[in-house]
């Protein structure tokens, strides 16, 4: 995603953990959320309202790849390192339902986000961590001093404001209501192993690990924002 943004093959990205020591582009925390324990049920960490991460250093671990999230992959081991052992990997998976579904299998356990919680399998368990409830976060990245106004809009409408950037309407926007687009509008992509948060559509880019937004083909300014907690 990043390098997407340097190379301007997208405008607007969505990714989990952002960089902090990045002169080029710019970033806005848009969410953060708990990291929860993923068990198989019958474990019996499972019949424990919330989990140490300590508690889990016996255990084998299913996680996404690095290369999917790199700086989510870094915090989990991280929090690991700070709990006292080095987890050990037994098998990656690009996607969390396939995450979930291996520890369902009893292949081992994973540390993510709570939202995986919206992924209901019954031989899986979700607890929370403590003491403490280490957070992650999701932030909205565009290059810095970006002077494109629909980057503007869209930033807008997700809290933010591009540095030095006017706020301005994109001609022929006026009077459309939210969430109308025109034929060939964008859409977004969930923002680490993730499906589309909408279906694609000739302006969508599917990439794994972030999200992107592009601009309508044609030159149109018609953009669909659907949204999701990632």
Do not use: K
């Not at 997407?4 to 997208?10: F, I, N, S, Y």
């Not at 990439?207 to 300014?221: D, E, F, I, L, N």
Request: aromatic letters at 4%; hydrophobic letters at 40%.
């Amino acid at each position: 995603m990043v390098a997407a943004l340097r190379d301007r093959t997208v405008d607007v990205g969505l990714l989990r953990e952002p960089p902090t020591d990045d002169a080029e582009l710019a970033f806005g925390t848009v969410l953060t959320e708990p990291f929860v324990a993923v068990l198989p049920s019958g474990q019996p960490l499972a019949a424990r309202p919330t989990v140490g991460v300590g508690q889990l250093a016996d255990s084998p671990f299913v996680l996404l790849p690095r290369a999917v999230g790199p700086r989510l992959y870094d915090r989990i081991t991280g929090l690991c390192t700070t709990a006292g052992f080095t987890l050990r990997v037994v098998q990656h998976a690009v996607e969390w339902q396939t995450v979930c579904a291996l520890v369902e299998a009893g292949l081992g356990v994973s540390l993510a986000p709570e939202s995986i919680r919206r992924i209901r399998l019954e031989g899986v368990a979700f607890r929370g961590i403590g003491p403490g409830s280490p957070r992650t976060s999701v932030a909205v990245a565009w290059r810095a001093n970006d002077p494109n106004p629909l980057v503007a809009r869209l930033l807008e409408t997700l809290g933010q404001r591009p540095s030095g950037a006017p706020w301005s309407t994109p001609r022929g926007s006026e009077g459309r209501s939210a969430g109308r687009a025109r034929p060939g509008s964008c859409a977004v992509v969930d923002a680490a192993g993730g499906r589309p948060l909408s279906r694609p559509g000739p302006a969508t880019a599917r990439t794994r690990g972030s999200a992107t937004v592009r601009r309508p083909r044609g030159g149109g300014t018609g953009w669909r924002r659907r949204w999701t907690r990632g």
